[in-house]
């Protein structure tokens, strides 16, 4: 096997794909990355079992072969090397000698065939996605899902594709995530996609880049392809909660608050929230101010805010966390909290779409 | 004590005087930051006892006093306020109210008298060294002393001025950096500077500011006042090496080398060797080249530079660690490595100045 490529389209590839690899896999052919050369083009892989990552890059392919190189030595040289022409020549032995310029390094690779194949998920009936939208969804949703494995459907993000309408819905079981967008379906498509998967396909897709996202699915995986990228993913098995039920379909009290201030105010009473317990702070909804309180051990804190308020006064505790991740991802100017009681969830939305609802559950106060 | 003051001047000094706060200390009242009203301004200062940093900042001071308040909380509150003007007002019991636009934080603050008080430090005396020399100086010495406090002197660089002339040397036992410059000396000083401080003062020379830095010394204690800011350090006790009988008068081999390439070259080397043990590389030099080499058991590199080389061909073998820590903070484009034989000490200077002079011991090789 013997081929040659540019030093920065082979960096940015072993970037892309050891994403996908992962440093504490007990099957020790997982810590490499797989380089084979197909046609005039050269394709690397990494995976971990759970996630496959593929992107093929132009080469001068000088004889075929294939072999697996370890992914963290092999990106550390390949980013060090001279932006310039590199030389791989493989031989029977799997004996590795990189060329380029004036450095010529050499290694052991271990042979392919030991190498996992990713699924084969046939590419037809893509549904297609841009990318700004798509990375918006993960970005507004994948937070939410749980980090623990005790419930594991809950680590996963469910997709929703029907009446060209795709719906993004992330819980765990103190807040819940819901977006919207538009798509063009063909058929309906409904799947839990594990969110480690998505955070890594928000990283991929870069900001330049206009094309749109592919998606594919089987009964057990889905396949996202971007250009010349393939991401594979298993999905999650088992029943997503029925969210529709949990969001409630109407409100006594109706908050509007411009989104930057109240994450400013948020993020000052969390500093002394965060040093006490459960992260609580206190909510005292009155005509048009809204006043957050935090007590700890070493101080309170006591912060006002000019609001519109439609409904009743109100007192309530929330654990600062879920509020702040929820203020960090709206890009609206201004949101609108609404509440029952409580005890009863508020539910977060910007003003000016319908796209977006975040719920969250209160803590009871102590009085 | 009250007072009011820009929140921008305020977390800058905080910044700055927390560099001498350390949060592992025994006695609780050091993880404070004072803040003491002098005149119409306001004092800020952290020590561990060891080097005390104090900044003076303009306020409006309503009512006299001091007080302790936590470095952590307090650092995390003001850095979070927003860019106004924040009011302190502190009662008889400690009880410190921190009010800016629409936050009010309550603390419970720590009586000053319970706060030590730094060195004094006459100020008569001064040598004066201009912020850019004395920052460069800093960075290409204070890298070299030693980490492990087994000979506590070593974990300090020598300063010595004499004949309008200033000298920086640091060692650890397997390297040595020694940094001439120029500066007007009223009288001869000579004194081991903690590395630790050099590196607090090398963080907060800022890079628009062009003053130049006082140095005030005692027997124990030296003085670095900037602008508004004071650095006040205790002296390393115990008697230095005598460098200047390790540095070596000859040579028998000298190579002229591009700084940048042996830089990149050594880093490529230094993948394969920091895999292996002692960082080994080794240098092969003849006629107009020289190879680095590097065996692990992952694999193997084989570097080639361009060379001007005076004198007789060589293989020596080095730390690349130590190597690679002097090609970093040398500013000229060529080098020369200077030889002995290849069990002696290798001296590294710049070509085109005499103020630098680095010295690394050999690796003996297996051969």
Known sequence: MKFICSQKQLASAITIVQKAVSSKTTLPILKGILLETVGQKLKLVGTDLEIGIEQTIDAEILSEGSIVISSKILGEI????????????????????????????????QPAVEFPELPVVEEEHAYQISQDLFKNMIRQTAFATALDETRPILTGVLMEIAENSINMVALDGYRLAFRQGTIKSYENSRAVIPGKTLNEIHRIISDEDTADVELFFTDKHVLFQ??????????????????????????????KVKTRNLLDSMERASLLAKEGKNNLVKFSIKDETMTITSNAEIGRVYETLNIELEGQDLDIGFNSKYFLDV?????????????????????????DTQ??????????LAN
Chains 1, 2 share one sequence.
Do not use: W
């Open 78 to 109: 390949i980013r060090k090397l001279p932006d310039a022409e590199v030389e791989f020549s493989i031989d029977n032995d799997h004996n590795t000698v990189i060329h380029c310029e004036n450095s010529e390094f050499t290694l052991v690779g």
């Open 355 to 364: 796209n977006y609802t975040y719920l969250i559950l209160p803590v009871r």
């Open 327 to 351: 203020l960090k991802i709206i890009d609206s100017e201004e949101i609108y909290l609404e509440f029952t009681t409580n005890v009863s969830p508020c539910i977060v939305k910007p003003t």
């Open 226 to 255: 971007m250009k010349d990228i393939k991401v594979i993913s298993r999905l999650l098995e088992g029943e997503f909660i029925n969210y529709k039920q949990i969001l409630p379909k109407e409100y006594k009290s109706r908050v």
